[in-house]
């Protein structure tokens, strides 16, 4: 049973420019969701999706945004890069309507850096 | 709105001596709480979490946690450290309900000296 598929796995990118990260969530999960872990801190909660639609949002700017397909895959957009865009991006799977103890599984991540 | 403070970006025990790592969390409603742990270049994995059962959690790799509610702590501990629990070890909590997303503290780096 795979679980969380995340890629690439390192991305090396331009002030400016833009990134599409890909995740694929583990077997029978439906709801996706993004963190970014910036070097030396915690995971921060991105965005959620659901049912292709964006269901929960933390505080991080329109620059990022986010795609589920029918699949239930997903993709994380960042545009305008920034330096302190530079962190490992996690994707963690879920089921919706599965209460939230059931806890989530998170793919590998990938590690976007920004020269 | 919630948080979680772990106290200790840094921790260092010789193997076989008690770890002990601590987690305070705030919350204005029941929360969940976990402990997740992440080796180097990997993704998170979950140790263990409390959901409103019995406060004291065991999770896996013999680590286990308590709950109290009093003293808005949920501390992890192992008896006895081995080598390979070396990681960063992350306490999150969330809000009850489905698939609520999780609020992490910032983390807190095991060292195991041999």
């Known amino acids: 049973d795979a679980g969380v598929t995340q890629s690439p796995t390192h991305l090396i990118k331009t002030r400016g420019q833009q990134v599409t990260l890909r995740c694929s969530p583990k077997?029978?999960?439906?709801?996706v969701s993004w963190y970014q872990q910036a070097l030396g801190q915690g995971p921060q909660f991105i965005f959620q999706?659901?049912?292709?639609?964006?269901?929960q949002r933390g505080n991080f700017p329109d620059r990022f945004s986010g795609h589920q397909f029918p699949n239930y895959s997903s993709e994380l957009n960042v545009n305008a890069l920034l330096l302190g865009d530079s962190a490992l991006y996690l994707c963690?799977?879920?089921?919706?309507?599965?209460?939230?103890?059931?806890?989530?599984?998170f793919g590998s991540g990938t590690r976007l850096t920004v020269v | 709105a919630q948080s979680v403070t772990q106290l200790g970006s840094h921790v260092s025990v010789s193997e076989g001596a008690l770890v002990l790592l601590r987690c305070n969390y705030s919350?204005?409603?029941?929360?969940?709480l976990f402990w997740y742990v992440q080796y180097p270049n990997q993704g998170l994995q979950l140790l263990l979490k409390?959901?409103?059962?019995?406060?004291l959690v065991k999770g896996i790799n013999g680590f286990e946690a308590e709950f109290k509610k009093s003293e808005t702590s949920f501390h992890l501990t192992k008896p006895s450290a081995h080598m390979s629990d070396a990681a960063e070890y992350f306490c999150?909590?969330?809000?009850?309900?489905?698939?609520?997303?999780?609020?992490f503290g910032t983390g807190t780096l095991l060292a195991v000296q041999p």
């Open positions: 963690a799977s879920s089921l919706a309507g599965q209460d939230s103890n059931y806890g989530y599984t």
């Open positions: 077997s029978g999960h439906d709801t």
């Open positions: 999706y659901y049912e292709e639609e964006e269901r």
């Open positions: 919350s204005s409603v029941p929360p969940y």
């Open positions: 409390y959901t409103s059962a019995a406060t």
């Open positions: 999150a909590v969330s809000k009850r309900g489905a698939t609520n997303k999780l609020i």
